[in-house]
């Protein structure tokens, strides 16, 4: 069974190159919007690396249920995808608006990405155990 300590190894492996790939605007070059993107990424794999095992507390060793189901991986999946478009719309009004400063709504929603990311994750490793993860429970 994972521990703790490898689902935050794994998130911050995962943090820099899932950033630079889904969320990262290469057209920005504001220091400060890189910054605080950055940031809201790392809080959200962060909060998303541990959060099943927050839901499912591994107490015992069949502790994973509906939260470590691959039905709730599709779950997280959409809920990610979302976030990410969200993410692109706000941006995009944001330049149409001619504002520079990124706005929190897209700084909500990185966050969101990252915790999807992670949570994904989180679940991946977990598969990989002897016990596996339950399809719906
Ligand atoms: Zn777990």
């Known amino acids: 069974m994972p521990r703790r300590k490898t689902h935050k190894q794994r998130s911050a492996l995962?943090?820099?190159?899932g950033h630079s790939l889904l969320?990262?605007?290469?057209?920005?070059?504001?220091?400060?919007?890189?910054?605080?993107e950055l940031?809201?990424?790392i809080t959200g794999t962060t909060v998303g690396s541990t959060?099943?095992?927050k839901f499912e507390p591994a107490f015992h060793p069949n502790h994973r249920s509906f939260f470590h189901s691959s039905v709730f991986g599709l779950i997280v999946i959409r809920f990610g995808l979302d976030a990410l478009q969200n993410l692109k719309q706000y941006r995009d009004m944001r330049k149409v608006s001619g504002i520079e400063q990124v706005s929190l709504q897209?700084?909500?929603n990185i966050f969101l990405v990252g915790v999807s990311?992670?949570?994904?994750?989180h679940l991946i490793v977990d598969g990989f155990t002897?016990?596996?993860?339950p399809l719906f429970q």
């Open 117 to 121: 990311v992670a949570y994904l994750d």
């Open 23 to 36: 969320i990262n605007d290469k057209e920005d070059n504001n220091l400060q919007n890189k910054i605080l």
């Open 14 to 17: 995962i943090t820099l190159p």
């Open 51 to 53: 959060l099943p095992d």
């Open 130 to 133: 002897p016990n596996g993860l």
């Open 39 to 41: 940031l809201s990424t």
């Open 106 to 108: 897209e700084l909500l």
